[in-house]
Protein backbone atom coordinates (compact mmCIF):
# COMPACT_ATOMS: atom_id res chain seq x y z
CA UNK A 1 0.00 0.00 0.00
CA UNK A 2 1.25 3.22 -0.72
CA UNK A 3 1.32 6.38 1.61
CA UNK A 4 -1.05 8.67 0.17
CA UNK A 5 -3.06 5.04 0.10
CA UNK A 6 -2.42 4.36 3.58
CA UNK A 7 -3.68 8.07 4.72
CA UNK A 8 -6.48 7.95 3.34
CA UNK A 9 -7.58 4.86 4.79
CA UNK A 10 -6.12 5.34 8.14
CA UNK A 11 -8.07 8.86 8.69
CA UNK A 12 -11.62 7.31 7.59
CA UNK A 13 -10.78 4.47 9.96
CA UNK A 14 -9.74 7.14 13.02
CA UNK A 15 -12.98 9.36 11.31
CA UNK A 16 -15.34 5.87 12.24
CA UNK A 17 -13.75 5.13 15.52
CA UNK A 18 -14.35 9.03 16.36
CA UNK A 19 -18.02 8.72 15.52
CA UNK A 20 -18.80 5.67 17.25
CA UNK A 21 -17.27 7.15 20.66
CA UNK A 22 -19.37 9.96 20.27
CA UNK A 23 -22.21 7.52 20.19
CA UNK A 24 -21.12 5.34 22.78
CA UNK A 25 -20.57 8.38 24.60
CA UNK A 26 -24.52 9.91 24.30
CA UNK A 27 -25.65 6.64 24.54
CA UNK A 28 -23.97 6.30 28.30
CA UNK A 29 -25.38 9.74 29.07
CA UNK A 30 -28.63 9.62 28.05
CA UNK A 31 -29.00 6.39 29.42
CA UNK A 32 -26.82 5.67 32.36
CA UNK A 33 -25.17 9.35 33.21
CA UNK A 34 -22.05 8.90 32.36
CA UNK A 35 -19.16 8.58 33.04
CA UNK A 36 -18.47 11.75 34.00
CA UNK A 37 -14.66 12.26 34.27
CA UNK A 38 -13.38 14.70 37.15
CA UNK A 39 -10.05 16.34 35.79
CA UNK A 40 -8.03 17.97 38.08
CA UNK A 41 -5.58 20.67 37.97
CA UNK A 42 -2.22 19.19 36.44
CA UNK A 43 0.65 20.88 38.26
CA UNK A 44 3.92 21.13 35.50
CA UNK A 45 6.94 19.18 36.38
CA UNK A 46 5.01 17.03 38.77
CA UNK A 47 4.64 13.13 38.15
CA UNK A 48 1.04 12.21 36.95
CA UNK A 49 0.56 9.11 39.43
CA UNK A 50 -0.93 9.19 42.85
CA UNK A 51 -0.25 6.98 46.03
CA UNK A 52 -3.99 7.94 46.94
CA UNK A 53 -6.58 5.33 45.67
CA UNK A 54 -9.51 7.32 45.29
CA UNK A 55 -7.25 9.85 43.37
CA UNK A 56 -5.92 6.98 41.61
CA UNK A 57 -9.57 5.28 40.37
CA UNK A 58 -10.72 9.04 39.43
CA UNK A 59 -7.82 9.54 36.88
CA UNK A 60 -8.68 6.01 35.60
CA UNK A 61 -12.19 6.88 34.64
CA UNK A 62 -10.77 9.98 32.96
CA UNK A 63 -8.65 7.45 30.76
CA UNK A 64 -11.53 4.86 30.37
CA UNK A 65 -14.25 7.92 29.12
CA UNK A 66 -14.95 7.42 25.42
CA UNK A 67 -14.48 11.40 25.09
CA UNK A 68 -10.47 10.74 26.73
CA UNK A 69 -10.09 8.70 23.56
CA UNK A 70 -12.09 11.60 20.75
CA UNK A 71 -9.36 13.92 22.05
CA UNK A 72 -6.62 11.45 21.45
CA UNK A 73 -7.73 10.64 18.13
CA UNK A 74 -8.20 14.31 17.00
CA UNK A 75 -4.88 14.92 17.79
CA UNK A 76 -3.71 11.70 15.69
CA UNK A 77 -6.38 12.97 13.30
CA UNK A 78 -4.92 16.55 12.84
CA UNK A 79 -1.30 15.58 12.32
CA UNK A 80 -2.70 13.48 9.47
CA UNK A 81 -4.72 16.33 8.20
CA UNK A 82 -2.19 18.61 5.98
CA UNK A 83 -1.79 15.00 4.02
CA UNK A 84 -4.82 14.18 3.53
CA UNK A 85 -5.80 17.54 2.18
CA UNK A 86 -2.90 17.40 -0.21
CA UNK A 87 -4.30 14.02 -1.48
CA UNK A 88 -7.41 15.41 -1.51
CA UNK A 89 -7.22 18.46 -3.00
CA UNK A 90 -5.17 16.99 -6.14
CA UNK A 91 -8.64 15.53 -7.49
CA UNK A 92 -9.60 17.74 -10.46
CA UNK A 93 -12.85 15.54 -11.13
CA UNK A 94 -15.48 17.35 -9.00
CA UNK A 95 -17.46 14.17 -8.76
CA UNK A 96 -14.75 12.06 -7.58
CA UNK A 97 -13.45 14.95 -5.40
CA UNK A 98 -17.21 15.03 -4.07
CA UNK A 99 -16.97 10.82 -3.31
CA UNK A 100 -13.28 10.63 -1.93
CA UNK A 101 -13.74 14.11 0.47
CA UNK A 102 -17.21 11.91 1.63
CA UNK A 103 -16.03 8.43 2.08
CA UNK A 104 -12.86 8.88 3.34
CA UNK A 105 -12.68 12.68 5.39
CA UNK A 106 -16.54 11.96 6.53
CA UNK A 107 -16.62 8.49 6.93
CA UNK A 108 -20.07 8.12 4.87
CA UNK A 109 -20.65 4.19 3.19
CA UNK A 110 -21.12 4.04 -0.66
CA UNK A 111 -24.81 3.88 0.10
CA UNK A 112 -24.89 7.06 1.48
CA UNK A 113 -22.74 9.32 -0.91
CA UNK A 114 -25.13 7.35 -3.43
CA UNK A 115 -28.31 8.38 -2.06
CA UNK A 116 -26.93 12.23 -1.99
CA UNK A 117 -25.74 11.96 -5.66
CA UNK A 118 -28.33 10.07 -6.84
CA UNK A 119 -26.38 7.39 -8.32
CA UNK A 120 -26.02 3.94 -8.10
CA UNK A 121 -23.55 2.12 -5.23
CA UNK A 122 -22.08 0.37 -7.55
CA UNK A 123 -21.16 2.88 -9.73
CA UNK A 124 -20.08 4.95 -6.58
CA UNK A 125 -17.76 1.97 -5.42
CA UNK A 126 -16.30 1.72 -8.71
CA UNK A 127 -15.32 5.14 -8.71
CA UNK A 128 -13.57 5.34 -5.24
CA UNK A 129 -11.97 1.72 -6.00
CA UNK A 130 -10.14 2.96 -9.18
CA UNK A 131 -9.02 6.34 -7.93
CA UNK A 132 -7.78 4.50 -4.43
CA UNK A 133 -5.87 1.95 -6.52
CA UNK A 134 -4.93 4.56 -9.24
CA UNK A 135 -2.38 5.81 -6.25
CA UNK A 136 -0.41 2.67 -6.11
Same mark, same amino acid.
Given at each position: ?????????????????? !?????? +??? #????????????????????????????? /???????????????? #? $???? $???????????????????????????? #????? !?????? /??? +??? =?????? =????? +???
Amino acid at each position: MTRKQEILADYRLIVMEI !ETLERQ +SKF #LNKYIGGPRPLRGVQLTGMPRGTNDPEAA /MLQQVEEDDPVFHIEE #L $SKEL $SQMLIEFEKIVNEIRDRRLFIIVRNYYA #LGWTD !ERIAEA /MEL +SRQ =TIQKIR =TDYFN +SLA
